[in-house]
């Protein structure tokens, strides 16, 4: 899907919870300090306490988790990672049993990205991959539910897309919750309202791009629901989770007291972050302010790598930087950017 950067003006185990006993002889007593004539009374305390052949009964309240329906178990574990289902499964044979078909999802879904990149020895094979992904998805997995919806929309079918997504999102996964929001938004006519709501779900589990989707529709909106304040805090979140476009965003709300205090510094900073993660804008922003405080051979790399991003607008200024280095100097601006490597971010 195609995303907006700064808005345009114009537009067997047995689980159980019980009371630890703590009252002793209808007393609360507190241990006593040790001493030699009380210690024998202290280990039958003790024996009484943590030894006893006869463990104490579960009370009325208590929980046995491994009677869970397999069909709520399965639901609240949609969305889970690998590593947590594994761990899951491990708890009682009951849980195991439960989840095995979403265990079984998570090799189609393995396969299916194999498919879908051709990775792993194979092919690649979008037809393969869209149909492990749906294999998994009628396991119940959300992440196989996610990718195929996405597969679903590159081959401009979004309706199908969209139902997928809206499974996911109604069973709690963040990526489904996101990519349901981005499709309201992308919808004729968008339904702004369905969107926010599920790009907030999305939010506050922590996933960057659904906080840096939400940060834009607070941003760019024109109606009385828009929203500064939130929008430069969403935008913030997302920046410090990665998302390389919200640290430009955020960049030139520092910049313009937008939403927030105007701060020079945090501004460079912002910026100077979104660079060095491959921004093509920020990396010509950044040159042209390193370049006016008249550091010219940093300044020149960075409209360098701004122009290698596609960003026209840096080539005049790298090349009247260019003429003003010697031979030796030009040669080592080359071998940086040649060098140079954007850092990792969650795009």
């Not at 006593?32 to 024996?47: A, C, D, F, G």
């Not at 069909?71 to 590593?83: E, V």
């Not at 265990?103 to 498919?115: D, H, S, Y």
């Not at 919200?246 to 510094?265: D, T």
Request: glycine share 6%.
């Amino acid at each position: 899907m195609n995303q907006r950067t700064w808005p345009d003006r114009s537009n067997g185990s047995r689980f159980a919870a019980f009371q630890f006993p703590n009252i002793i002889n209808g007393k609360n007593r507190q241990s006593p300090e040790l001493h030699s004539s009380s210690q024998k009374t202290k280990v039958k305390r003790y024996n009484y306490l943590f030894c006893s052949t006869s463990p104490p009964q579960p009370t009325d309240d208590a929980h046995d988790f491994t009677s869970l329906p397999f069909d709520i178990l399965t639901r609240i574990a949609a969305s889970f990672t690998l590593p947590h289902l594994r761990a899951a499964s491990l708890v009682c044979k009951s849980w195991s049993d439960a989840l095995r078909p979403l265990r079984e999802a998570m090799v189609l879904l393995r396969w299916g990205k194999r498919f879908k990149h051709g990775r792993g020895g194979v092919r690649k094979n979008l037809d393969k991959a869209l149909d492990s992904f749906l294999k998994g998805a009628a396991r119940g997995l959300t992440l196989a539910m996610v990718d195929a919806g996405l597969v679903y929309w590159e081959m401009d079918k979004k309706e199908e897309a969209i139902a997928l997504y809206r499974k996911a999102a109604e069973l709690g996964d963040p990526a489904g919750q996101c990519n349901l929001g981005i499709s309201y938004l992308q919808a004729q006519p968008p339904n702004r309202k369905e969107a926010v709501m599920w790009l907030y779900k999305a939010s506050i589990t922590g996933h960057v791009r659904a906080q840096y989707q939400l940060a834009l529709c607070l941003h760019q909106s024109c109606r009385v629901d828009r929203n500064l304040r939130e929008a430069a805090r969403w935008y913030l979140k997302a920046a410090e989770g990665g998302y390389v476009r919200a640290m430009y965003n955020i960049s030139l709300c520092y910049s313009v007291g937008e939403g927030l205090p105007q701060s020079r510094s945090q501004a460079r900073k912002w910026m100077k972050r979104a660079a060095d993660c491959g921004h093509g804008k920020a990396q010509f922003e950044h040159g042209l302010g390193l370049f006016s405080e008249g550091d010219m051979m940093k300044a020149v790399v960075y409209l360098e790598l701004a122009t290698r991003a596609g960003e026209t607008a840096a080539i005049h200024v790298k090349n009247v930087i260019l003429q003003q280095l010697s031979a030796t100097s030009r040669d080592r601006v080359v071998l940086l950017a040649d060098s140079w490597r954007a850092l990792p971010s969650a795009h």
